[in-house]
T-cell receptor
Framework: DAGVIQSPRHEVTEMGQEVTLRCKPI?????LFWYRQTMMRGLELLIY????????DSGMPEDRFSAKMPNASFSTLKIQPSEPRDSAVYFC????????????FGDGTRLSIL | AQSVAQPEDQVNVAEGNPLTVKCTYS??????LFWYVQYPNRGLQFLLK??????LVKGSYGFEAEFNKSQTSFHLKKPSALVSDSALYFC?????????????FGKGTMLLVSP
């Protein structure tokens, strides 16, 4: 089991550019979560999917953020245009069905917007 | 709304001594409770969970946690700390609202174990 795979691991780009973060969940997991981690705000849930369908995107900070899950093995989180305050570590996690199952996290993408 | 409080930003303990990392929660209904650990530049790793049954749950790396319903607490413990236990620890809760689908995390507690 390769675990949750995120790419890229690090991204440095200039303000105004489009940023796309990618995630491959664990096979067989039907829940997928996107989180953002900062020193000030801790770990925040941005959006989550069940069976590729977005269930709750109330944590998405602004319309500049969008997420998609075109199939069970791939999801993207896009920021357009990016701003310096978007700098954070973004995590993807997946879990099997059943609320008592733990979420499995990828190692994150460290995003720096200059 | 559900919430998790980790009252200590940092816990310092000497190697070989017992450690406790505190967590209290607020939720409607019966909670599911989790502890995760995060090492530098890594994602969160699951340590243990309480769903139902015995209030004392055992997890990975010798950690355990005690669920206390009356005090709404779920403190993480280990009898003898190791330097390698130094990391950031997160408590999390899920609730019947939303079908236990999502987790609410505390802000994390940094554990530093000195040699």
């Amino acid at each position: 089991d390769a675990g949750v795979i995120q790419s890229p691991r690090h991204e440095v780009t200039e303000m105004g550019q489009e940023v796309t973060l990618r995630c491959k969940p664990i096979s067989g997991h039907d829940y997928l979560f996107w989180y953002r981690q900062t020193m000030m705000r801790g770990l925040e849930l941005l959006i989550y999917f069940n069976n590729n369908v977005p269930i709750d995107d109330s944590g998405m900070p602004e319309d500049r953020f969008s997420a998609k899950m075109p199939n069970a093995s791939f999801s993207t989180l896009k920021i357009q245009p990016s701003e310096p305050r978007d700098s954070a570590v973004y995590f993807c996690a997946s879990s099997p069905p059943g609320g008592n199952r733990p979420q499995h996290f990828g190692d994150g993408t460290r995003l720096s917007i200059l | 709304a559900q919430s998790v409080a980790q009252p200590e930003d940092q816990v310092n303990v000497a190697e070989g001594n017992p450690l406790t990392v505190k967590c209290t929660y607020s939720v409607s209904g019966n909670p599911y409770l989790f502890w995760y650990v995060q090492y530098p530049n890594r994602g969160l790793q699951f340590l243990l969970k309480y769903i139902t049954g015995d209030n004392l749950v055992k997890g990975s790396y010798g950690f355990e946690a005690e669920f206390n319903k009356s005090q709404t607490s779920f403190h993480l413990k280990k009898p003898s700390a190791l330097v390698s236990d130094s990391a950031l620890y997160f408590c999390a809760v899920s609730s019947p609202r939303g079908g236990y689908s999502t987790l609410t995390f505390g802000k994390g507690t940094m554990l530093l174990v000195s040699p």
